[in-house]
């Protein structure tokens, strides 16, 4: 596969949180930093990308030329406006990655493309803020005409920050989104929960986070290694009449498992929405900008 330190050329379009976890994680795993190409529109933003070795420019120009991989990494909102202002340096052989939450992979073919073409090499991620430090989450889908490489390079990409996980569809990706995606801030909703409650119990801030964080850690690490439920591992922890069953009891009152599938019902719900949104518009706007920002 040519994915290779000196092969591989990355333009990141928005140069925000994501593309920060993203870009620190593939550097230097995947390709060197000064491979790494930033499209980020707001120049107060550019000092970090500069100071990582990476290259930066505030408006489109030829720095997005012949690069192997663009990733849209702009909000679901900003992402229409994007694409009409960068389009015209993709060339045949470059390989589109969206991380946007909501935005179909036909809405933004049609974007990319042509009304009678839309784009092809185009993969649809849901990755996730801890890329960061190489343990993200992604979850992928293809459209039909991305080829068996396109593929493999998503899957390089993706795979070096963390786990990969090919869906069907963009619905699928909905469901990822309201796992993987938006998960990260339900756990540090959920480990500030446990640092709060800690302190409220006398244990200082210090204690409270590390014993918080190596409780999450532990406890994740023990349900990946083991072959048993994670039901039958809290059974474990449960004692008949003990502290634990004294605080599953309160968790249970507050319907904690409902709230969690609610909560993420909603962001799914959000994700299709997005996607109502720009997707009535996908055929107009490809038709409106046709072949003209196309070089
Ligand atoms: N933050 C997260 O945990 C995750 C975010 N995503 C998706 O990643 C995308 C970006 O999200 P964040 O990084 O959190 O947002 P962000 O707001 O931190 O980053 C977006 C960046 O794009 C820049 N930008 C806007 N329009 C631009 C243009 N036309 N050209 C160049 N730069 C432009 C903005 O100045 C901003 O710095 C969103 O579509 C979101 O759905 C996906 C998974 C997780
Ligand atoms: O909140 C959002 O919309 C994005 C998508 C997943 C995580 N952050």
Known sequence: MATTQHTLSIAFIGGGNMAAALAAGLAGRLCPASAIHVLEINESAHDPWLAKGMTVSARPDDALAGRKVWVYAVKPQQLQEAVAAT???????????????????????????????????????????????GAGATGLAALPGATAQDRDLAQSILG???????????????????????????????????????????????????????????????????????????????????????????????????????AMAAAAQRGRELGDEFGGAAGSAAKEGSQAGRK
Request: proline letters at 5%.
């Open 160 to 262: 070096s920050v963390g786990l990969t996980v090919w869906v069907a569809d963009d619905a699928a990706l909905d469901a990822v989104t309201a796992l993987s995606g938006s998960g990260p801030a339900y756990v540090f909703l959920f480990l500030e929960s446990l640092i709060q409650g800690a302190q409220a119990l006398g244990l200082d801030a210090r204690q409270a986070r590390q014993l918080a964080l190596a409780t999450l850690d532990g406890a994740t690490q023990l349900a990946a290694e083991s072959t048993e439920s994670p039901a039958v591992l809290r059974e474990r922890v449960t004692s008949k009449g003990g502290t634990t069953a004294a605080a599953l009891a309160v968790f249970a009152q507050a319907q904690l498992p409902q709230t969690v599938a609610h």
């Open 87 to 133: 389009r015209a340096w993709l060339d045949d052989d470059t390989l589109v990655l969206s991380v946007a939450a909501g935005i179909r992979s036909d809405t933004l073919a049609a974007w990319l493309g042509t009304p009678d073409a839309p784009w092809q090499r185009l993969v649809r991620c849901m990755p996730n803020t801890p890329a960061l430090v």
